[in-house]
Structure formats: C-alpha cells, structure tokens
C-alpha cells in the first residue's frame, strides 16, 4: 500500500513494523489541544484502532490550535468531529468514540480494551484518573502537560516504570494551578508537545529504545530549550494505587480515587427538586439547560448577591465544566454558607440528567 | 555555595526570572526549598520538586550541585 510507504522504507520500520502500528490500539483521553496533533498523527501513521474520549464541544475560541476542526464542527462533540476529520484523512483505520467524561466510574472499562493511553487533558483530576487505572490496568500512559509556553512530556507505567504518582504523589489541593482557558496557550506549544506525545507512542508500538520512561521532558517554546530530568519509581505510591483498586472497580462513589468533599456527580444528585441549583456561567454561555428552574448568578456577582442563595436548602453551584463552581463553593463557605457543593460535570451534568429522566 | 537555579512554570512567574545565581548556606533540598520560601512566600503553596543533576531529588538528601532546577507540575492540554 503506497499510503505508508514513506515510513515502511525506513529500515527501522519496515513492512514488520508497519503491521505493528496496524494491530495497535491506542486510547487518547481529550481531544483538544493537545489530542488533535496526536490523533491527526497516529491516524495517518495508521494506528489500526484509535479510541477518542471527550464529553466537550468544539468552540470558536479552541480552533487557534485544536487543528483538526474548523468551523463547520462548531457546536459538534470534540470526539465525533474528530473522528469525522480523521476518517477522511485516512479511513482505513477504526476509531472508537466515548462522549462521556473520563471519570472513576468508567475508566477501568475504557482501558481494558487498548494497548497504549494518551493523556490529552487540561485537568489535574482526569490526570489521576487515568494514571491510576493505567496503573491498575498495567497500561503505559504517554503524558503531555502544558503551561503557557512550557511543557511536559512523560511515559509513566511502562514496563513497570513509574507513575505520575511517583512524580507528583497528589493531587493540588487547592486550584492554584490555573488552565489554559484561563491563563492563555500559545497554539503552536500543544503541536509541539502533542506531536511529541504522538513520537512515544510509535516508540513504543515500534519497540525503539529511548522510551520517556522515567523521564520528564521539559521543553520551552521561548528558549527553545529542552531539558530531561530523571525520576524514579516510588513503591509505596505504587501501592497506594494498588490498594484501593477495589474502590474504583466497585465505582465506590464519594470514596473514590479523587472525589473531594466540595462536588458532587450528576449521578448523586437524587432530590433534585430540594436542592437549589445555581449557575455561576455568563448569561451567554452555552449550553443552556431546558426548563431550567434555579438561580443564575455569575460568578463575578456572586459576592454580591449572597442574599439569594439558600440558607436551608443544600445548594448546588454549577457552571462550564465545574471549574468556576468549585471556587463558588470556596467563597460561599467562607461567607458562612456551608451547605453547599460543585457539580462536577458542570451544565453537560445536567443535561444528562434531565436526558435520565425524560427517559424515565 | 552558589547555586545557579532555573524555575519552570508558573515558578519563573513567581521569581520573575528564568534564573538566577543564589547564595546557599543549607544543606538538603528540602533546606533549599524552604530558603526560597523565605525570598518567595507563595511557593510554599506550590508543589515543587527540586532536581539536580538533571535527577529529581529526594529532598532529604545533601545538595552537591551547582545546578539546581526547580518544577511545579503542570495541567493544561
């Protein structure tokens, strides 16, 4: 087949490796900046079976540097658009989509069926997520991590290597650590990282040497600088995963993995009709819930108008992806408004759920 | 002893330098670390790992480099 015939006569590759990439199966969690170069490059390299996992919907603001979209996939979930794009870009391939968030409940069962991980997120939560069922599951991760014109690559779990866990043992506690959708991403950086990302995980179904295992990769855009530091593996962190295994099969609920005290899952929320539920978004922002019958107070008036929020009832702050929510919480209980927690899921929580209930 | 310190993410922002040469009368790591507290009290809300010799450290052990990298984790995508 000519399609690949560019890296099959790389003698490195050949027609063996070629059959390597094809039987691979490679799941990539997040389908933004970073996951785009690296499914745009797997796809063409001809990975036989891609899995893409994102709950989110394609924004004009993610086209600066989620390159596989444009503006007909506007409004589109991340995972469908892409597999669209990819599929015309080479439809030999098969791709497997998950429009659910990556979570406790279904990551054990989203791994089991793939070889390598690709951790694409912009959160530190999934990060833990999807390092510690990889550990549990024995499946490599392939890292990536950026902050504005920095960033981090990393294989952890390979060949029982260390985790991310053995890097940095816990999650921050507090958000301290602000997003790009906060902080600002210079595109090309996630291309950079992504495509490097996408290069460790040919390594590895290729079987090369060289494998960012207990290695982190510091490159900075500006200075063009890279640095790779050395870590090792922690046994005692390692265990502590292991451990609690059980939990995360059972779907332990409030007792998972990295569930804190101040959110809640769309799957609890059960007396939705006691509750007092408030929207911490912009009033222009989407999605916008149907029919729906609490409060909106954003953010920045929040402080505000701490009159209308329920002194009695249990409140449940809400905003885009339970980011805004989560510091809402913080500033309710400091104003001595203590019954009350984040939607974890943000507004697409509620969707599913008014989904649940109107199919009885 | 004079150590030569490169800051990495939202460290560099703190610092406001990429790098700088510091004067050093600790020995540990974490020694170290809580010297740059004193010069930079919101890393102490950071979750910092202090490298030398292109190895992260355990902060328990003796600093012997010259060079030291300090690293906060990152989380955007």
């Known amino acids: 087949m000519s399609r690949y015939n560019r890296q099959i006569i790389l003698s490195e590759i050949g027609q063996e490796g070629q059959d390597r990439i094809s039987r691979a199966k490679v799941l990539v969690i997040g389908a933004g900046g970073l996951g785009c170069p690296v499914l745009q490059y797997l796809a063409a390299a001809g990975i036989g079976t891609l899995g893409i996992v994102d709950f989110d919907v394609v924004e004009e603001s993610n086209l600066q540097r989620q390159i596989l979209f444009g503006v007909s996939s506007l409004g589109q979930n991340k995972a469908l658009a892409a597999k669209s794009r990819l599929l015309d870009l080479n439809p030999t391939i098969h791709i497997e989509t998950y429009t659910d968030k990556f979570d406790e409940y279904n990551s054990l069962q989203l791994l089991r069926d793939y070889d390598i991980v690709v951790d694409c997120t912009d959160n530190f939560e999934t990060r833990y997520i999807i390092n510690d069922a990889s550990v549990i599951e024995s499946k490599p991760v392939v890292y990536g991590a950026i902050y504005k014109f920095e960033g981090q690559v990393s294989v952890f779990n390979f060949e029982n290597g260390p985790s991310y866990r053995c890097l940095f043992p816990s999650l921050p506690e507090k958000e301290t650590i602000p997003n790009c959708s906060e902080i600002g991403v210079l595109g090309v950086l996630s291309g950079i990282i992504g495509t490097m990302q996408a290069n460790e995980v040919l390594k590895i179904v290729l079987k090369f040497k060289g494998v960012l295992s207990g290695e982190l990769l510091c490159y900075n855009a500006r200075s063009a600088e890279i640095q790779i530091l050395k870590f090792s593996k922690s046994k005692s962190e390692i265990e502590r995963i292991t451990k609690k295994s059980s939990l995360v099969l059972e779907g332990g609920r409030s007792s998972g993995p990295s569930m804190s005290k101040n959110e809640i899952s769309f799957r609890d929320l059960k007396d939705i009709d006691t509750v007092q539920l408030v929207d911490v978004r912009e009033p222009n922002e989407e999605p916008k819930i149907q029919n729906y019958m609490g409060l909106t107070v954003p953010f920045r008036e929040l402080e505000s108008r701490l009159d209308e929020i329920s002194r009695d009832r249990t409140v449940i702050l809400f905003c885009q992806h339970g980011l805004r929510s989560k510091k809402a919480v913080n500033l309710l209980r400091k104003h001595n408004i203590i019954n009350t927690l984040s939607l974890r899921e943000g507004a697409y929580g509620l969707i599913k759920l008014n989904k649940i209930d109107d199919d009885g | ?77």
């Open chain 2, 1 to 77: 002893m004079e150590l030569q310190i490169k800051y990495y993410g939202m460290l560099a922002e703190i610092s406001q330098c990429d790098e700088e040469l510091l004067n050093f009368d600790g020995t540990t790591g974490a020694d170290l670390l809580h010297f740059l507290i004193q010069k930079y009290p919101s890393f102490a809300t950071k979750d910092i790992k202090v490298a030398q010799y292109n190895q992260i450290m355990d902060l328990g052990n003796k600093i012997t480099s010259s060079e030291i990298a300090l690293l906060p984790p990152f989380s955007g995508g």
